[in-house]
């Protein structure tokens, strides 16, 4: 199976493209999808979606798995990941796909066996679960990763309700 595991964002949003079998994963692709500062909020969105739509196109994943939001200080960056977040779904849901939704607890817990890993030891468990040579940058797809191993974790009931 593959799967596409989405960081959300506006600025940078982090994607990993993972295939899975019998409990092993082949990385087929990290990076970003990256939007310039001062590009009106709008055109920003476009480039997301034409940015993740093109990445649907090239993998056709089986899952796609994003991250829940959580934020607790800046009301308006909220906002607007969450209207980049909704792109992200429309994209996937236009697509067929069902969106598996992951807090970073949960992504935690699946890659490291423990809900409260400190970001750097969330790192190096998704580069020994993938056999990178290095952690993967920037942050944002490193993350991505995570959370397309977190989906491959769960994916067999998240399949099965997909009816994929």
Known sequence: MTVLGIDPGYALVGYGAVQYDNNHFRVLEYGVISTQAGTPFPRRLEEIYLGLRALLLKFRPDGFAMEKLFFNTNTKTAIDVAQARGVLTLA???????????????????????????????????RLLLNLPSIPRPDDAADALAVAICHCHTSGSLMNAAGR
């Open 92 to 126: 996937a849901q236009l697509e067929g796909l069902a969106v598996g939704e992951y807090t970073p607890l949960q992504v935690k817990q699946s890659v490291c066996g423990y809900g409260r890993a400190e970001k750097k030891q969330v790192q190096e468990m998704t």
